[in-house]
């Protein structure tokens, strides 16, 4: 009888999206011989898994959870072959299921559900991303998704008073601030997010399109191009949208401190958005 590797299983799970023990027995029961391995497969009811697996996946939808403490956040990515799936109830079902999983374990192993959900719906179905977080001292996780579940947002804001995470003006900087990310797409939180190698390609292009500027000159027009270039990319440099950029995020969120008497952070954020 031929010795079932590890890596052997792995690999047949890759070519079938089948699950790890479902593989494993295959294996065993066709001592080795992945083309029968697969053959058996299809049929214990895989097939449809297998069929599917090698179809574009580019549609789908966002989906997140978040706990009842608001310390834990998962944002996962599920995509689809089609909009018309992406729209099912069952497949938004197993997308949230998703999420909620993961947000309680991790490590869960959720490929058995996978291809449920591949051999109900007919498509190839696959979770392309997700992130959990979990806060380490004061402040929350909060998400937004976009209607349709095209785009979700997963931000974590610090504060620095526990009591202050319960108030109505925290909770309202929460909402602003996903709303905010899901509007205006920045790159980073912050200047120092953003690829250093990049931002000297831009102040080079400056220079080039300036060049005969005289060198005072070039270096302020320099400084005021990028400083245009943080503002579109940077979460903390942002307009504000909802005060029509009259203001930065920045100082939003320092006047949404100053009203219940604390200092507010955002520490991290993440934007998922279908096909992207």
């Excluded at 009811?45 to 574009?56: C, D, L, Y």
């Excluded at 947000?103 to 959990?132: F, M, S, T, W, Y």
């Excluded at 009259?246 to 939003?252: D, T, Y």
Aim: aromatic share 4%; with cysteine.
């Amino acid at each position: 009888m031929a010795t079932i590797t590890a890596s052997a299983v792995g690999e047949l799970r890759r070519m079938t999206g089948a699950g790890m023990m479902d593989c494993k027995k295959a294996l065993t029961e066709s001592d080795g011989d992945v083309d029968a391995a697969i053959e058996i497969l299809r049929k214990k009811g895989e097939a449809k898994a297998v069929k599917k697996g090698a179809r574009e996946a580019n549609e789908g939808v966002i989906a997140q959870h978040i706990a009842a403490d608001s310390k834990t956040g998962v944002l996962v990515k599920v995509n689809c072959e089609t909009d018309f799936v992406g729209k099912n109830d069952d497949f938004k079902a197993y997308c949230d299921g998703v999420a909620a999983a993961l947000a309680d374990n991790p490590e869960a192993d959720l490929e058995a559900e996978r291809v449920a959900a591949v051999q109900k719906l007919g498509e190839n179905i696959k979770v392309a991303g997700h992130e959990r977080w979990t806060v380490e001292g004061s402040g929350a996780v909060a998400s937004y998704i976009h209607t349709g579940g095209k785009v979700g947002v997963l931000v974590e804001v610090g504060a620095g008073k526990d009591d202050s995470t319960g108030t109505e003006g925290f909770k309202q900087l929460l909402r602003d601030i996903t709303l905010q990310i899901a509007a205006a797409n920045p790159q980073s939180l912050n200047r120092d997010g953003l690829n250093q190698d990049e931002l000297e390609k831009e102040k080079e292009i400056i220079r080039e399109q300036m060049k005969d500027k005289p060198a005072k000159a070039l270096e302020g027009i320099i400084r005021g191009k990028m400083e245009k270039h943080f503002q579109t990319h940077c979460l903390v440099d942002q307009g504000f949208v909802k005060q029509n950029g009259e203001i930065s995020v920045k100082q939003h969120v320092a006047n949404m401190g100053k009203e219940v008497g604390d200092e507010f952070t955002i520490r991290r954020f993440l934007r998922y958005q279908v096909g992207a």
